[in-house]
C-alpha cells in the first residue's frame, strides 16, 4: 500500500481570502483534515462534504490530543494511505509546532511537504494597519510566545524599546506578567501597545493604551484568544487609528 503525505498547511489568520492558492486547493481536494482551533469555520467549509474533519483543537486547561498523539495521529494516517492535511492557523513554522510534526513524519519514513500561510502577526498587523517596521519608527520586529513554562525566565531585554516591535503571541492570560516582566526590564510605563483580537476577522477588535494598562485593558474588554499584543511606537501612528475608524465604518 502506498503511503501517503503530509501536508503542514498555514490557514492564515483566519479569512478565507488571505489563503494561498495552494493552500486552498489541498483543503478542497483533501479527504483527511486535521485542524486546529484557531482555523475559521469559513476556511473549513471549503472542504469536500466526502472529507473527514478531524479536530485536535487545544483550549487553556484542556487538550484534545498532547502534540505527541496528534504526531502520531498525521503519521497513522499517511500509513493508511491517506494523504492528510493538517490545517493550522498562521504559518505551520511560527508557534505552530509544525517542526515537531514534520521530524516525527521524516523519521517515520512519510513524506512531508510545507505549505506556508500568513503567519499571525503579518495578518493581524495587516488588518490593523500597523507597519511592524517603520523608518521612523522601528528597524527590528522579534516575535515571542508569551504563554509557556519559563516566562519570568526568559531575556527579553532589548526586544522591546526605542526602534523595536515586539509581537507577543498567547499573551492574553499572561498580560499581568508579562507588562511586569518588561518594566521591570526598563521598558517605560506608558510604551505604547495595541491588542489585536479576531484579526481579519469581521468581529476584529483593535485595542490601544500605554504598557502598564495593558492588565486592566485586557480584562475590562474581555479579550478573547485568538489575539495578539504589540509592543511599540508603531503602533501610536495615525494609521492604528484609521484602521479602528475604518473598521467602524464597515461594522
Known amino acids: 500500500m502506498k503511503t501517503g503525505t503530509i501536508f503542514l498547511v498555514g490557514a492564515g489568520p483566519g479569512d478565507p481570502d488571505l489563503l494561498t492558492l495552494r493552500a486552498a486547493r489541498l483543503i478542497e481536494r483533501a479527504r483527511v483534515i486535521v485542524h486546529d482551533g484557531l482555523v475559521s469555520g469559513e476556511i473549513l467549509s471549503m472542504a469536500s462534504p466526502n472529507a473527514r474533519l ?20 498525521l503519521i497513522n494516517e499517511a500509513l493508511s494511505g491517506h494523504d492528510v492535511v493538517r490545517l493550522k ?19 517515520a519514513g512519510v ?3 510545507i505549505v506556508p500561510g500568513i503567519s499571525a502577526a503579518n495578518g ?11 523608518r521612523d519608527a522601528a528597524s527590528i520586529v522579534s516575535f515571542v510566545a508569551g504563554q509557556c513554562k519559563g516566562l519570568s525566565d526568559q531575556d527579553w531585554s532589548g526586544l522591546a524599546g526605542k526602534g523595536r516591535t515586539l509581537v507577543i503571541y498567547m499573551g492574553v492570560k499572561t498580560a499581568p506578567d508579562i507588562a511586569e516582566k518588561l518594566m521591570a526590564d526598563g521598558l517605560a510605563p506608558d510604551m505604547p501597545i495595541a491588542v489585536i483580537e479576531n484579526a481579519a476577522r469581521p468581529e476584529m477588535r483593535v485595542l490601544r493604551g500605554p504598557l502598564a494598562g495593558l492588565p486592566d485593558l485586557v480584562e475590562s474588554e474581555a479579550v478573547q484568544s485568538p489575539a495578539l499584543i504589540v509592543i511599540g511606537e508603531v503602533t501610536a501612528r495615525d494609521n492604528v487609528a484609521l484602521a479602528q475608524t475604518a473598521l467602524e465604518a464597515a461594522q
Not at 478531524?54 to 495521529?73: E, F, G, W
Not at 493581524?124 to 517603520?134: E, P, R, V
Open 89 to 107: 492557523g498562521g504559518d505551520p513554522l511560527i508557534f505552530g509546532r509544525g517542526g515537531e510534526e514534520a521530524e516525527d513524519a521524516r523519521a
Open 111 to 113: 513524506a512531508v511537504e
Open 124 to 134: 493581524a498587523a495587516a488588518a490593523a494597519q500597523i507597519a511592524l517596521t517603520h
Open 54 to 73: 478531524i479536530s485536535v483543537a487545544k483550549q487553556r486547561a484542556r487538550h484534545t490530543l498532547p502534540q505527541d498523539d496528534i504526531n502520531q495521529l
